[in-house]
């Protein structure tokens, strides 16, 4: 195993680890976006975990997701906590595409080069979020918010099958059926800035959940497992929010969700909504 330390040359899983580490939203965003493609990849080294993962600030503080402010639209004050509601999910998001770079080896190169994407572009969108938050007098941290996006990446950090089924293919896959109305309320309301930045968190994150499907289905294929049934059980046995519509099939099967995984989503019974709303 390699700790992770100064001498270690530039690597692009030990580089993505250095990001999730990082506290400092900025700097973190700097760091992933100055990864190099053509950095060097060792896809087979185990990396040891250290601690302070992940890197995030002291603010905001981190509350149960009823105790998040409510999201008014008509006032600054309202679409600034929305915002900063979205802003948060896109530094988890950051946090996430890291973390499953460096914690799990052993995969094809494509594998690690697909998340470095989708890292770069949630880094994107945070920077996008931030700056329009910080247009309506507002900074991150100034509002509450919760986690529990990453502590569904906690319950996954050993079994990387769950965390593709259960982050972008669950949580983030989430944002394909809501973020389209958020975008029109927004523009409805006079802020077509923020309804912009959300066409554009759209249209990449239809990408990332379709990286995530393509993993799934392919450790699915890999270890002879049916994807549908073996969604079922894993939601099951790490508690996966059940997701309630409606929901944007145009936008899933945008996204690589194919008719019998849609059809067991629209049957599936009720509960309270997922974390990324």
Known sequence: MNDLNTEVMMELRHEALLALLDCDTGSKCRRVLAISDTVTLDTCCQIMAPEGIPGRPAKPELVAPGQ???????????????????????LNAVNLACDILWRFPGMPERFYRDWLKVARE???????????????????????????????????????????????????????DVTPGVAAKLAQAGDQVAADILDIIYRDEIGHVAIGNDWYKTLCQQQQLDPVATYAVLAEKYKAPRLRGPFNLEGRRAAGFDENELMALTQMPANRPSAAE
């Open 68 to 90: 998040v402010g409510r999201r008014a639209m008509h006032t600054v004050e309202g679409r600034a906590v929305l915002i900063h509601a979205l802003a948060h999910i896109e």
């Open 122 to 176: 949630e880094a994107y969108h945070f920077q996008l979020l931030e700056t329009h938050l910080q247009a309506l007098g507002y900074a991150y941290g100034d509002f509450t918010a919760h986690n529990s996006l990453w502590e569904m990446a906690a319950k996954t950090s050993q079994d990387l099958i769950a965390r593709l089924a259960l982050v972008p293919r669950t949580l983030e896959a989430r944002g394909l």
